[in-house]
């Protein structure tokens, strides 16, 4: 956390767990959700009539609940987590490495040039670029803050080994260790004050989050992500109407839907995903995020 913040923990709970399930499932629904509308502008998604329900279709032809990079990249980080019992950046990006290989069905340029480099020449870092400033290493950070939970310290030294993987990038870090410590204090039950708190400390260091009045802009850099993120997660009320407000934005409608699903979830806890969103879900997929919530925060949930 901020040197001038801390988190007061809840009793290790079954709170804890279900926001901590909330999230990562929140961020799995939020992905398969935006995922069909991703590049429509919201225009355009608003003249269909909206989008609220898993649907599949769009550019990559999904299959209703179909997951793309948002949660695969963040289920390969939480293996590479669990498999060696701590943060080693090799092995994650080793991890990161085999699910390039598998071919994914969707990849972000600066993901993938990151991976690559790491795949032809092993080094865990570029140089800082400002080509960089994109969404993806925000995208993928909740393992690590799950894994991380009470651990500021262990937390931002694996947030940023894990972005300048693909990502090497001031606002992009910024971004990235700030949604994992509102991940953080959600868990704590420290609500959506402490998380206002935050926001306003990252648009002081970096006025550029300013997300009020609100642009309207929803693409991959990381500005206009987390101004849509901050914008919707700051105004709505309850869990699926963050999440649909926030995809209907469009652009890139999976990562704003992953991120805010993420939050959102670990705000409001597990049930408040609706059911029907959850059933879309791969089994697989939903049976792996059970797992690793259990395996990263061992020793935190009781």
């Given amino acids: ?118 795949m032809l020449d092993g080094t865990l870092h570029g140089l800082e670029n400002e080509a960089d400033g994109g969404n993806g290493a925000a995208m993928r950070i909740l393992p690590i803050a799950l894994a991380t939970y009470g651990d500021d310290a262990a937390f931002e030294c694996a947030a940023i080994e894990q972005a300048h993987l693909t990502h090497y990038h001031p606002l992009s870090d910024a971004a990235t260790l700030t949604l994992g410590r509102m991940v953080h204090l959600l868990l704590a039950g420290q609500g959506v004050n402490a998380c206002l708190t935050l926001a306003n400390k990252l648009i002081v260091e970096h006025p550029q989050f300013r997300y009020a009045p609100y642009a309207g802009r929803a693409s991959g850099y990381i500005v206009d992500t987390m101004q849509t993120v901050m914008h919707h997660f700051f105004n709505s009320a309850n869990f699926e109407d963050c999440v649909v407000a926030t995809v209907n934005c469009g652009e890139d409608a999976d990562t704003t839907g992953a991120i805010v699903g993420m939050l959102a979830g670990a705000l409001y806890g597990v049930s408040a995903i609706p059911q029907r969103w959850l059933n879309k879900l791969d089994d697989s997929v939903r049976s792996e995020i059970e797992f690793q919530v259990s395996a990263l925060m061992k020793g935190v949930l009781k």
């Fill in 1 to 118: 956390m901020p040197k001038n913040s801390t988190i007061v923990k809840q009793p290790l709970s079954a709170d804890i767990k279900s926001r901590a399930l909330g999230a990562y499932l929140g961020l799995a629904v939020g992905d398969a959700l935006g995922a069909p509308i991703e590049f429509l502008t919201k225009r355009e998604i608003a003249h269909r009539g909206g989008h609220q329900e898993m649907t599949g279709g769009g550019w990559l032809k999904l299959k209703p609940g179909q997951i793309t990079d948002d949660t695969e990249m963040s289920l390969y980080l939480g293996r590479a987590w669990i498999e060696t019992g701590g943060w080693n950046a090799q092995l994650a990006a080793n991890q990161l490495a085999e699910w390039l290989k598998h071919y994914p069905i969707d990849v972000g340029n600066t993901c993938r040039r990151g991976i690559r480099r790491f």
